[in-house]
């Protein structure tokens, strides 16, 4: 990739204890043994100064009360944060506190307006890993292993709505048009360009946004805001490696060709060991229906390519243009 156009945006987690040569921890490979038992140490003594002794388990934490902490997202976001070690228990208290705070306070759901709720709606797209399908009946499904669900967006935390929370506000529906609506509101928080001299060019659109990559579902909105113009009917290659990413290419050439290539690699890497992980593949998106490209190869090592009739013909279609249309 030339020229420091996003170079950055393919995502390697901070130096850490080398894989090769130190024993890993079986839930979070990410952190070495020794790592992962400063990190729980961290969280031991952040509930413990807020007068909760907990029993930690490989991925979560438990109280006396029996409540549940899960850890996944908590440890990936010390293992990516580049100042290393040194600020784990900083990261672990501040989020330890948050959760204790959501936890112990009364729900926005019986405090907060019906008009107040539906203003704070927003859809969320999440990996099946993330979903309890006897909670979240009405989660509708977007393309294989991932789902759209309704989220209230409260200022330190996001609470997924399940059947019973949805269940008094209204037919299911008209909440997720108003929830689709406030997601097309949303500013874009940044933008970068990731492009090479082979012709590979696609866009980055990048926020703390918690709906970030989950503006995939309103495609037609973020590409025209960013770049003029709508999505031709041939359609946009997307990835939504995590929850604050989402890279897309709009297809009107051939440069589709090894901009493909480059935003698989993009997603892989994204996706990897990072907190809210949403999926590491590359998707065509055509009419707001989302098909996979990129996969595993067989043996786990790297990525292929699996395309089917239409975007074959689409493929040759493009290759077949002398010059591309630009």
């Known amino acids: 990739m030339s020229g420091g156009d996003g170079v950055g945006l393919f995502r390697r ?15 979070f490979s990410f952190f070495s043994a020794d790592e992962a038992a400063r990190f729980r140490g961290q969280v031991r003594e952040a509930f413990a100064e807020r007068g909760l002794e907990v029993t930690l388990y490989a991925d979560m934490a438990k109280d006396s009360a029996g409540r549940q902490f899960g850890l996944g997202n908590l440890a990936a976001v010390c293992h990516n944060d580049d100042r290393g070690p040194r600020v784990w228990g900083v990261l672990v208290r501040r989020h330890v506190g948050m959760v204790l705070r959501t936890m112990d306070a009364p729900s926005a759901l019986d405090t907060l307006a019906p008009e107040q ?17 006897q909670t979240f009946g009405y989660a509708r499904s977007v393309a294989p292993g991932l789902y759209e669900v309704l989220a209230l967006d409260l200022p330190e935390s996001v609470m997924m709505l399940t059947d019973d929370a949805l269940e008094p506000l209204g037919e299911t529906r008209q909440l997720r048009e108003r929830a689709l609506h406030n997601l097309r509101m949303l500013p874009v928080e940044g933008r970068e360009t990731v492009k090479d001299s082979d012709g590979t060019r696609f866009e980055v659109v990048l926020g703390d946004s918690f709906y970030t990559a989950s503006r995939v579902l309103a495609l037609e909105t973020v590409v025209e805001q960013l770049t003029g113009r709508p999505i031709p009917p041939e359609g946009a290659l997307v990835a939504m490696p995590f929850r604050h990413q989402l890279a897309f290419h709009v297809i009107r050439d051939s440069t589709m060709i090894p901009s493909l290539n480059a935003m698989a690699s993009f997603a892989a890497a994204g996706y990897e060991d990072t907190p809210g992980a949403i999926s590491p ?8 229906t989302l098909t996979q490209l990129s996969d595993e190869d067989e ?28």
């Open 13 to 27: 987690g901070p130096k850490r204890d080398s894989r090769e040569t130190t024993p890993r921890d079986p839930a």
């Open 117 to 133: 709720i539906r203003a704070q709606l927003y859809p969320r797209v999440i990996s099946q890993d993330g979903l309890d399908p």
């Open 281 to 288: 593949y590359v998707y065509w998106w055509r009419g707001g």
């Open 299 to 326: 043996d786990g090592e790297g990525l292929r390519i699996v395309v089917g009739e239409d975007f074959q013909e689409l493929l040759e279609r493009l290759v077949e243009q002398d010059p591309p249309d630009s």
